[in-house]
């Protein structure tokens, strides 16, 4: 098993612009593969795709009709429900239901004067965040219950990288996705190697703990080394 992120890898990099050509392209992806990473023994990976599928979607969605032609057109997407708070993809890859953050942020919203979390949920759909997983999560999760980051599923076999997302309950709300799931079937599908679990209701304090000790570090570094730097202490 190799372990990366999209940030670090460029081997990974340079087969992940390969897999967004096929997806984009309508050819089978699974049958293609190989035919162009000359010499290479890349194999898609069945849950990780079906991950990245959904992302593809939910990323570019709300009522963007190209998200609606991605669904339509993409070859292992047999059938889909996307107009009710709870969605459906029917793929020849498993099925998946989920809703989006994006939704259950406005709900919130209405009922509140959060105007903060809204701004930066606007400008996570603007782009600004959308391959920020662990930024986005650290804005966020101090709302919820846990932020998790940890090595999940890609769509090459073989290869994980590295994610965060943030847990609430029974939920799973994947930010940079814009994915909620329940975390039994988010768990099934993106099978995260767990390196840190952080309770929202600490996370400011074990930052503000950290930098009284080491040198200043990204988001990402931070989550990633959060257990050696605070709990064994």
Known sequence: MAYTDYYDSEEFNDAFTIVNFLDRSGVDPFYNLNQYVQGSSYKLDIKGYLYFILGNYTINLLENTLASDYLENHPYILNYSVNESSKFLNTSLGDVRFSLCVNDIREAYMMSDDKKTIDILCKVYAGKYATKCHEISS???IDYEYITTGFI????????YLHSFVEDGDYVLDFARN????KADYYELVEPEVLSKINGDRLVSDLIEASHSYPPMTPKDFLVRHNELILKR
């Open 153 to 160: 599923n890609s769509p090459l076999d073989n290869y994980k």
């Open 179 to 182: 994915i909620k799931m329940k």
């Open 139 to 141: 804005l966020l999760s």
